[in-house]
């Protein structure tokens, strides 16, 4: 299993773009999660998903949309890309919501 | 939204007993307790879970108390590699009201 997978790994955007970050699992995970983590910070969340066809906001959802047309797949979608959305961003799953959360490797988003 | 607080770093020697006790106050009945690593440049790693009393596994042992208002996670015979972030998250069935607190720096030397 590759567990959760994340692209790009990187990427530098302008003030005013737009971009979508991929994630994905093949754990047939119900729940999927969004977070933000700002340098020597926690992780706060952005948006949830509770299966397909379902998500919800989570702590700090300004600025971002999300989807979630299959179990596998639940991109994050940032429009008009703003200086204070520079951050790292997980994407996460888990069985239930209480089960143990497993995450992706990050993408480390610079808005200059 | 349960509010976690943790210390904002510890530090420890190899070889020694680490704890890291979480509070959370306002922590509802069917909120359980999980604890995560997270080393620089990685996403954060499970370590343990539980909902009272005391849960052991083959790296900690986590000890909540009957009123549940804080939890300690404990480290036996820490090494350099254990040198990481933890976080401890409070959350139950609702998935939008789990929190990560800002976690503890554990530094091991040598």
């Known amino acids: 299993n590759a567990g959760v997978t994340q692209t790009p790994k990187f990427r530098i955007l302008k003030i005013g773009q737009s971009m979508t970050l991929q994630c994905a699992q093949d754990?047939?995970?119900?729940?999927m999660y969004w977070y933000r983590q700002d340098p020597g910070m926690g992780l706060k969340l952005i948006y949830y998903s509770v299966g397909a066809g379902i998500t919800d906001k989570g702590e700090v959802p300004n600025g971002y949309n999300v989807s979630r047309s299959t179990t596998e797949d639940f991109p994050l979608r940032l429009e008009l890309a703003a200086p204070s959305q520079t951050s790292v961003y997980f994407c996460?799953?888990?069985?239930?919501?209480?089960?143990?959360?497993?995450f992706g490797p990050g993408t480390r988003l610079t808005v200059l | 939204l349960a509010k976690t607080t943790q210390p904002i770093s510890m530090d420890s020697y190899e070889g020694q007993e680490v704890n890291i006790t979480c509070s959370h106050n306002n922590i509802a009945t069917n909120d359980y307790i999980t604890w995560y690593q997270q080393f620089p440049s990685q996403g954060p790693r499970f370590i343990i879970q539980?909902?009272?009393t005391k849960v052991t596994n083959e790296v900690a042992s986590l000890f909540i108390p009957a009123d549940r208002k804080s939890s300690t996670l404990s480290l036996p015979r820490v090494s350099l590699s254990d040198t990481a972030v933890y976080y401890c998250?409070?959350?139950?069935?609702?998935?939008?009201?789990?929190?990560f607190g800002d976690g503890t720096t554990l530094t091991v030397k040598p």
């Open positions: 754990m047939n995970h119900n729940y």
């Open positions: 998250l409070v959350g139950g069935t609702n998935a939008g009201k789990s929190t």
């Open positions: 539980g909902y009272k």
């Open positions: 996460a799953s888990s069985g239930q919501a209480y089960n143990e959360q497993f």
